[in-house]
């Protein structure tokens, strides 16, 4: 009688253990996901209208860069979880330099998203932008 009170106190305490590392990996992998799925750079395509030249330009979130007449800032970058229809969102900011009288004034001041464009449209007379990745 005495083993068998042995062996259930050994069956219970495997099994707390057991408990115990699967919620460690739990909180380990969730952990994790969340990390990747926000970037530190995004990249952006910007095509020229005029002389119809596309243009990949790589943004480090939170720095302002100027390409030609545009001053683009991306402040934040976010990747969808799941695999099968990814999902790339950032929140840009765009000033058109050219326009001297609106110099605090943005073009487009918001979120992005690569797989509808037209669902927040950037709207200038000779540039396009588009969201193509965040990393």
């Given at each position: ?7 259930q ?7 707390l253990?057991?408990?115990?590392l ?35 330009i790589?943004?480090k ?61 950037f ?13």
């Amino acid at each position: 009688m005495v083993t068998k009170k042995n062996i259930q106190a050994g069956k219970t305490k495997l099994n707390l253990i057991f408990f115990i590392l699967l919620i460690y990996f739990y909180f380990i992998n969730s952990s994790i996901s969340q990390n990747n799925l926000e970037g530190n750079h995004t990249d952006l395509q910007i095509l020229d209208k005029i002389s119809s030249k596309n243009t990949l330009i790589k943004l480090k979130n939170g720095e302002q860069t100027t390409f030609k007449d545009l001053s683009i800032k991306s402040l934040k970058c976010k990747n969808s979880e799941f695999d099968d229809n990814p999902e790339i969102t950032a929140y840009i900011q765009v000033k058109d330099l050219t326009n001297e009288n609106n110099d605090e004034v943005f073009v487009f001041n918001g979120w992005m998203f690569s797989s509808s464009p037209s669902l927040t449209p950037f709207d200038h007379s000779v540039y396009d932008v588009w969201l193509i990745n965040c990393y």
